[in-house]
DNA sequence: ACATTGACCTGAGAGC
DNA sequence: TGCTCTCAGGTCAATG
């Protein structure tokens, strides 16, 4: 499930095998997938082209071309970007939606095996984001604007961190954990947060997007005092040994630990 | 204006 | 073994 941290790792992925070379050939092989425009469309706009920059923002990442487009990826929650040698399709090739040759004898595939997610490419990245309305990365947001966007919410804590127009990055996973790392109940509304709660609530959500990032978002990788690793009903809560529940908040099922967060 | 709910997508895993 | 059912969760449209 593709998150902040999640589309980060894709981004360096990228960034490390793709900049600075040129895509040599793109193969659409689900033009469902390509979301706005055909699919030979998109592979006349991008062929030939060398991409000099990778970006991220929120759960969508970028590959900008060196005529200005820019290439835009989102992963759903079934989506991953994979390099293969030469003909090793593997198991991916059954769920490879875009298949990009570089220059220099790598390719890269957008797989997905489901269609939530899609690849477009775009004129400007930046209007864009503006068009979809997408808030400030979760990663980029000082207290300050942290709180600014909380002030006059009327909902829950949960649907608020989720809500990518406010804060862009996290979602069902990532909310539960940094929920359950400062302690806040999803339901809770978010005018009935104090002041400590929201500084608690900034400082974890920074901590715990770093620290994932830092793991390359494997929850193999991550301490086993995260829920992360704890996401199953009656499962222990690693901080007190209580259940881990799961209930229905903002229209997702949310786990955590009720003795632990209020 | 804002919040919540339901639909879409389709594979994995559980249960029978 | 295989069938059916439920669940996963990111986004968007519809509804409250």
């Given at each position: 499930?593709?998150?902040?941290?999640d589309?980060?790792?894709?981004?360096?992925?990228?960034?490390?095998?793709a900049v600075?070379?040129?895509?040599?050939?793109?193969?659409?092989?689900?033009?469902?997938?390509?979301?706005?425009?055909?699919?030979?469309?998109?592979?006349?706009?991008?062929?030939?082209?060398?991409v000099?920059k990778?970006d991220?923002?929120?759960k969508?990442l970028?590959?900008?071309?060196?005529?200005?487009?820019?290439i835009?990826?989102?992963?759903?929650?079934?989506?991953?970007?994979?390099?293969?040698?030469?003909e090793?399709?593997?198991?991916?090739?059954?769920?490879?939606?875009?298949?990009f040759?570089?220059?220099d004898?790598?390719?890269?595939?957008?797989?997905?095996?489901?269609?939530?997610?899609?690849?477009?490419?775009v004129?400007?990245?930046?209007?864009?984001?503006?068009?979809?309305?997408l808030?400030?990365?979760?990663?980029?947001?000082?207290?300050?604007?942290?709180?600014?966007?909380?002030?006059?919410k009327?909902g829950?804590?949960k649907?608020?961190?989720?809500?990518?127009n406010?804060?862009a990055?996290?979602?069902?996973?990532?909310?539960?954990?940094?929920?359950?790392?400062?302690?806040i109940?999803?339901r809770r509304?978010?005018?009935?947060?104090?002041?400590?709660?929201i500084?608690?609530?900034?400082n974890?959500?920074?901590?715990?997007?770093t620290?994932?990032?830092?793991?390359d978002a494997?929850?193999?990788?991550?301490?086993g005092s995260?829920?992360?690793k704890?996401?199953?009903?009656g499962?222990?809560?690693?901080?007190?040994?209580?259940?881990?529940?799961?209930?229905?908040?903002?229209?997702?099922?949310?786990?955590?630990?009720?003795?632990c967060?209020?």
């Open positions: 499930m593709p998150e902040l941290p589309v980060e790792v894709f981004r360096r992925f990228l960034e490390k095998h600075g070379k040129t895509i040599r050939g793109v193969e659409v092989r689900d033009a469902k997938s390509v979301d706005g425009i055909s699919g030979r469309k998109f592979e006349s706009v991008v062929a030939n082209r060398r000099t990778t991220r923002h929120g969508y970028f590959a900008h071309l060196d005529d200005g487009h820019s835009v990826f989102h992963f759903g929650m079934t989506g991953y970007l994979r390099s293969t040698g030469n090793a399709d593997g198991n991916d090739g059954k769920y490879c939606k875009v298949l040759d570089l220059s004898g790598t390719k890269i595939l957008y797989a997905n095996k489901r269609r939530l997610g899609m690849v477009t490419v004129d400007d990245a930046a209007s864009f984001i503006r068009k979809i309305e808030g400030t990365d979760a990663l980029s947001l000082s207290v300050r604007e942290f709180r600014k966007l909380l002030d006059g009327r829950s804590v649907g608020f961190l989720m809500d990518q406010t804060v990055g996290i979602g069902n996973v990532y909310s539960d954990e940094i929920l359950y790392q400062a302690r109940h999803p509304k978010v005018k009935d947060l104090s002041d400590e709660d500084s608690t609530l900034y974890v959500m920074q901590d715990v997007l620290t994932a990032v830092d793991n494997d929850p193999e990788r991550m301490a995260f829920l992360l704890h996401r199953d009903e499962d222990s809560c690693p901080r007190c040994g209580g259940s881990v529940s799961r209930i229905s908040a903002s229209g997702r099922s949310s786990y955590l630990c009720r003795r967060q209020r």
